[in-house]
């Protein structure tokens, strides 16, 4: 059983436009919500995150939207740059921190120049 | 510099062979973590620890053991490895809280 999805493996975009990656979430116990970045050969890092309080968190071009009732997160990246090619996770997680951090299957972002 | 440092970083071995990857972190976080990443399966939990000597299975554990003598130590165990545990492995480590994960570079385990 999956609890969180992303159903999108790829998505592509131009340079300078909005990328939106989407995560779907099954679990109503989840209240708090990462996204990862990950380039080949090496680990995730940590890029940003939200909390079931609020519905939407910025960091510079990064935006995270969260639709609580429909159990569903999003990740605005404006505008896109070719250094942002590289697979994208959304994680899960409980209020208050817990040890199973639960991740999507990625999708794998290409920003072309 | 605030790291996880898992070795080696590539390894080939063969099917039975027991092998073990080191991970370790000098942030003193309480929570350290192993997954595994295969090709349309994203990042699976093989198992996790609170603090020292509190180890519990995540989503994937057959077939791996773990221990946590020290803080900053989590050695991920392969007793017999079988071609199936080929896979790209993360070890991971954060405090507790609402923080997340710092991951390690990855081990690709290749296993024939």
């Known amino acids: 059983d999956q609890q969180v999805k992303q159903n999108s493996p790829s998505l592509s975009v131009q340079e300078g436009r909005i990328s939106i990656l989407n995560c779907d979430y099954t679990n109503s116990m989840f209240d708090y919500f990462l996204w990862y970045k990950k380039y080949p050969a090496e680990g995730p890092t940590f890029l940003i995150s939200?909390?079931?309080?609020?519905d939407k968190n910025e960091d510079g071009r990064f935006t995270v939207f969260l639709n609580k009732s429909a159990k569903h997160l999003s990740l605005h990246i404006v505008p896109s740059q070719p250094g942002d090619s590289a697979v994208y996770f959304c994680?899960?997680?409980?209020?208050?921190?817990?040890?199973?951090?639960?991740f999507g299957k990625g999708t794998k972002l290409t920003v072309n120049p | 510099e605030a790291q996880v440092t898992q070795n080696p970083r590539y390894l080939i071995t063969v099917t039975g062979k027991k092998l073990t990857v080191t991970c370790s972190q000098n942030?003193?976080?309480?929570?350290m973590s192993w997954y595994r990443q295969d090709p349309g399966l994203g990042l699976r939990q093989i198992y996790y620890?609170?603090?020292?000597?509190?180890?519990d299975k995540g989503d994937v554990p057959e077939g791996y053991k773990v221990s946590r003598k020290e803080k900053r130590n989590f050695p991920l165990i392969l007793e017999s490895p079988s071609p199936n545990q080929t896979s790209l492995y993360f070890c991971a480590s954060r405090r507790q809280g609402n923080y997340g994960y710092t991951f390690g570079s990855g081990t690709r385990l290749t296993v024939v």
């Open positions: 994680a899960a997680d409980t209020e208050g921190g817990s040890e199973k951090l639960v």
């Open positions: 939200i909390s079931s309080i609020k």
């Open positions: 620890s609170m603090n020292v000597e509190v180890t």
């Open positions: 942030m003193n976080h309480e929570y």
